[in-house]
């Protein structure tokens, strides 16, 4: 969390900027010790009430202060708790975007790892010794089409191969595990 106490070094990270003056870097300076020491607290209380995650809103007030202090905008910002609040809300609010599209993402490629830790403890031990001896290319196909019920264009387009690879690598892996599992039979 900020420290109202310290002061931000906004004038260097401006006077890199060639266009901005030192005039103006010192006035931005002046205005951000005054957000710190005055606003920041509020800032971080209203994102948290737009946003619903207190944590969340302090991180992205935060990320906001680093934004402007690495890229300021082009514009003069007259009211700088309005800008960080509307920023640092748009952020999470991104966030949480993001992390809904992962979400669904994951959703996509099947069942949680327990459900497949699950599948792969009810495979007999020679089938699981049978997968083990399959080129990784086949164990990989097998193991996302038949434990993990991926369809052969969501393995093709995961693995980046075409889905003919896909077919072809699940034909020779089912041609193999069988003639290995015929022996296995046949031995016992």
Request: glycine content about 4%; hydrophobic content about 45%.
């Amino acid at each position: 969390m900020l420290d109202s106490r310290k002061r931000v070094n906004l004038t260097a990270a401006f006077l890199r900027r060639r266009d901005v003056s030192t005039a103006v870097a010192e006035r931005i300076q002046i205005d951000l010790d005054i957000f710190v020491a005055q606003d920041y607290p509020q800032v971080v209380a209203a994102v948290g009430l737009i946003t619903g995650n207190r944590q969340d809103a302090a991180d992205a007030v935060q990320d906001a202060i680093v934004g402007f202090l690495a890229k300021p905008p082009s514009h003069p910002v007259t009211n700088l708790a309005a800008w960080f609040t509307v920023v640092a809300s748009n952020r999470v609010r991104d966030g949480y975007r993001s992390q809904g599209a992962r979400d669904r993402a994951l959703a996509k490629l099947g069942p949680p790892k327990d459900e497949a830790n699950d599948a792969i403890e009810l495979l007999d031990v020679d089938v699981m010794n049978a997968l083990k001896q399959l080129p990784l290319q086949q164990r990989q196909v097998c193991a996302l089409h038949y434990l993990m019920d991926q369809s052969v264009e969501t393995i093709a387009e995961g693995l980046a191969v075409s889905p003919g690879t896909v077919k072809t690598q699940l034909h020779r892996a089912r041609k193999t595990l069988a003639a290995r599992l015929r022996k296995e039979d046949h031995h016992d």
